[in-house]
């Protein structure tokens, strides 16, 4: 929008209103940019947190090829070729990442999987996947930040530290923020903590409980009986560390506020409990219903990885871990989820977009992502561990910077990009979508069964 | 037992590059429990090894208060190091598990005494 | 490429232009019906075959946060129901909420060319936009929830009349919607702000502001009246679902006077008998107002047996239900503007209840003595999926089919209604009515719904056959904006010239200052991030204000 962009012709300087930084699931929509364009780089990033701060700040136009195979320059087109042909041969190719990047460009990809019959998949996987799957299995009662900002007079946030991995959670949404019903901000709200941790988060809390280490699902569980009537156990503080006071003192709170709600962080899904401990907690804010408003949402990290369970959900109807070698799509977790696929050494090509799984992935799937029996295909807007040790490296340029598009919020709430300055290397958007139409070609012309054409 | 996690240093490290030296260091960096500290005869800066079935890694550690971390934890940033540690195994889920994971701790190389103008951070 | 197209020997089917079953020749050229073309024009031999425009859903769900959320609560419903990868097509999941390629692919399948999404929040509006870029074939355009939105509604309170217009037409360009939908107005505040309470009828007071639903619903007629919008305002009244509603849905409708306004799927609001015990029809009631007065317009919302999802605004409702079947349940409030609520949910001919509603929405069908203002649907997938119109259709058009239908469901269900003592058979012009020209009609499409000169050339064209299911189940052709989609069945394309359909009345632009304040304080996107940019759309058409007190006026 025109109206929020102030050209200041003499030193060259834009200002940019409301752009969204992308760097994790918050996605602040109220940062004040001041953009050098002769330099290309951004002075100030007004209102960001440390993270946000680090995430327009850093980003310089680096000096590198656009395009490259086994480490040599190549034009973008020829790197295009090669990723289409790779992906195009593989008998199990996957396609892994896309939580960095535009919804745009996240649509362009499952129709590329789908005319390859292979794997698609995305950070959610290792992320809020296991609750995903709970999702599946309880359901979710929810809400967007906004209503917690009005509304919220019990917040409590479990297994994630948000103080560190979204910094303006408390600030923007949950916390300190005056809201329609909630006129004195945090002082008309109780906030608990609960984690193993004593984290800069539980600095907030008017109540911290520390659980012990892989006991979340018990002290869930607990809860979950205590609120339908049945007696806490004597033993509660062994079992889970808390006390039985406190166990009780939480059931009245969480029975008796107005609007409550529960994030939740990867100290639940990551660990002994996965997705039954996810499902436990939906569980809980379901059964809470009976006797006031109650809420929870999972706290997502990246900037769109919301977008990418959106988008391959209403492409495929299933949210991570997608194949389509059968000609339609079906879904298994454990089966053709990333890190299994390759710890199973199956992939023998993987496309990586916007992720850097050799950096972060357990060893086993790092060691045959590396090896020669896998073609590793990386799109990516920086260099990573994945960008350099790969086959065919594209790079791209920055959403939310660079280009702009679509992001999700972590509570579903679709977002426009504000651009701050132009970059030579193309958008994820332009890259994949020449793939796809390469990959729709080749498709047809190796006549493979049920090569389509795409009408997007 | 290890904790890998988030931290707001590997959030901002990592923007400048994760090729780049801040985002190494700060992935190699291993919080424990001052009680362990103790126990294991470890001071912060210390050089140690991490092993499990999955493999191994050598990190330095770094003395954490009482009570902000339980006896018997340990915290990481994810990274490279954390990497080398995490099994493929994800029974079923696609998530591997990545917290909560079992590991055995090793002195390898003390801090040398010149150089350690860090005490454990109170 | 030859862009014309000539169907020969068809028997027409275009009840907006009084043609009934007419052996006549229809021009394609440019995606339009036109008077006469080349003779290079590609020839269709329809002999035989019935040609009709194509169908248009006035009433679903099928794009936005809502229709996603559900898509991914029901792997285990996809699972059974895969939709495959064709030569010219690509693969999805189908079930009672198919993914958006299979559902544009579904539609075609039954030869409807555009549907019309009834509930988006406007703050989640770029998410159903995206999702109608999706969804393949159809034209689409969505209803923007604005029933609930407690800015609106402080207007009202406040009796700010001219400002209340003027910001619901700076939403409705917001959002890029076609209409007002209104769902359980009043409604979300107890709900949200007071431990999951709901309003209780009409003249209720909501404990936020003192504003009865009906001076919502009220002030909501005549904002888009003035501003002259194709379709009035989209209701789902209070008290949906509930024993004994009809009171309420006569009183909503008593509250428009003369000015237009559309009842969504009505049959959910044809219920007499007393709150909390088992309901009774009361499809006469509810019909004879609807019969006598030309300013209402409704669908039906049919219920049909097997699989169906809740899937509303409504979320008390929702809530309730989980009562009677405590599934999954998913609740989504969203700041300031609307509630939801999903319920995967059957629909069981054995109950009672459920088979005197799949009872009450046929009598409705068949006592309606103006189908032009009586539209097919099944609120999909509330009441069952679209994929149950063909089912519909044979319900109606075959007496001894619907009296054999009713042996298999609860007698005592049975009993209790008229549905076996009303005779009538639609006929195809009938049906062709309340599935395409009636619709267009409401909808206030003029280019749609009809076969005439100048007409959008969606054309659908089936053959002949007794069993009128396995007819609407499988046309032999499918062209959308005049290009050959299904030729014998089978898809040959995908490709086509879809649109989102809008309206963008104007405004005064001063409005926003009395609105961003309040996005300011309570709402959590910046309020210059809030509205769709009109370069975030693709291709699509304004529909023009045109004010009037019916659809038979011009």
Redesign the interface.
Known sequence: MSSAIKDNSIVNEKIIEDATCT??GCCCDDITLTVDLDKKVITKAKDAC??G???FL??VIEDKPIARIDGKEVTLDEAIEEAAQNLIDAKFPIVYGLSDTICEAQRQVVPIVDDIGGTI?TTT??CH??SG?AFQGVGEPSMTLGEVKNRADFVMYWGG?P???H?RHFSRYAVTPKGMFIPNGKDDRTVVIVD???T?TAGVADIFV?V???KDFELLWILRGAVKGIEVPENVEEITGVSRELVIDLVNKMKNCKYGVIFFG??L????G??FNSGALMALATDLNEFTHFVAKPAR?HGNVTGADNVVSWQTGYP??VNFSRGYPRFN????????T??RGEADAAMIIAS?PV????????DHLKSDKCKLISIDT????TS?AAHVSIQTSTYGINTGGTVYRMDDVPISLRPAFDSPFPGDLEVLTKLRKRVNKLAKEKNRPYATSKYI | ?L?P????KQ???L?????KDEYKKITSILEVNSDDMVRLGLDTGDQVKLSNE??ETIVSVKGMRE????VG?A?IP???P???????????????????MMVQIELVKKVEKEVKKVEPAN | MNNEIRIINGIVFDPTNNVDGKVCEICIKDGKIVDKVSSAAQTIDAKGMAVMPGGVDIHCHIAGPKVNLARKLMPEDHRLDPHFKTKHTSSGSGGIVPSTFATGYRYATLGYTTAMEAAVPPLMARHALEEMYDTPIIDNGFYVLLGNNLFLQSLIAEGRKEEFKEAVAWWLNASKAYTVKLVNPGGDEPWKGHKNLNVKDIDDTSKIVDLSPRKVIDAFIDAVHELGLPHPPHIHCNNLGHSGNFDTTIETMKTAGDRRLHIAHIQFNSYAGEMGKSPKSASKEITEYVNGHKNITCDVGQVMFGKATFMTADAPLTYLLRGYKPQKWVNADTECESGCGILPFDYQGMIYTHALQWAIGLEIFLLSEDPWRIVLSTDHPNGGSFMNYPLVIKLLMDYEFRKEAMKHVNQKAMNSTILGELKREYTLNEICIITRAGPAKCLGLKDKGHLGIGADADITIYDILDDKEEMFNAPRYVMKAGQLLISNHEFISDYTDKKVLRVAPEFDKSIEKVIKPFFDDFYSIAFSNYAIDDEYLHDNIIIEANVKNNIYEN
């Open positions: 760097f994790c440390v993270l701060k680090a995430w850093n980003h998949d996987s290792v996947g296991p799957m530290n103080a560190e991995a910094p193993v941790r004593q800069k520390q012990k280490p892989g990867m100290g899904t990551m660990t002994r996965r997705h990290g991570f871990g977790p454990g089966e053709f989820t990333t890190v299994d390759l710890t850097d950096a972060n992935f357990p060893k086993p799937a790092i920086k260099q990573t561990p350099e | 037992m904790i996690g988030r931290s707001a959030g901002t490290s923007n400048k590059g994760k090729l999955v493999g009570g902000k971390l339980p934890c915290f994810y990274g490279p954390s990497s080398c540690l995490m099994s493929g195994e994800t029974c079923g889920s696609g998530m591997p598990q990545s917290k909560h």
